[in-house]
Nanobody, 115 residues
Framework: QVQLVESGGGLVQPGGSLRLSCAAS????????MNWYRQAPGKERELVAY????????NYANSVKGRFTISRDNAKNMVYLQMNSLKPEDTAVYYC????????WGQGTQVTVSS
């Protein structure tokens, strides 16, 4: 059974940091590129960050460049999103996505940036 389980969301003040984690199981993790998406209320889901299957290439949305870092540990079947200098506009549900032969999604984790 394929699973992507996100964790690490929560409430943080502007300027703060959070680290999201995504635990993968049920498929060959190292064969898949991994994405973090987010969806804010009333807005479309947007791609935040991408990392290739072995981590050699990463890309970010312009809105998070220099603040967010995506990484992965293929030995642990984990992907991470380190989020620094958080802004209120980063408030959204964040989703982990595995993209390869198939397309898998997690259930999402809420990130709220507010004072």
């Amino acid at each position: 059974q394929v699973q992507l389980v996100e964790s690490g969301g929560g409430l943080v003040q502007p300027g703060g940091s959070l680290r999201l984690s995504c635990a993968a199981s049920g498929f060959t993790f190292s064969d898949y590129g991994m994405n973090w998406y987010r969806q804010a209320p009333g807005k479309e889901r947007e791609l935040v960050a991408y990392i290739t299957s072995v981590g050699g290439y990463r890309n970010y949305a312009n809105s998070v460049k220099g603040r967010f870092t995506i990484s992965r540990d293929n030995a642990k079947n984990m992907v991470y999103l380190q989020m620094n200098s958080l802004k209120p506009e980063d408030t959204a549900v964040y989703y982990c996505n595995a993209k390869g032969t198939y397309d898998y999604w997690g259930q999402g984790t809420q990130v709220t940036v507010s004072s």
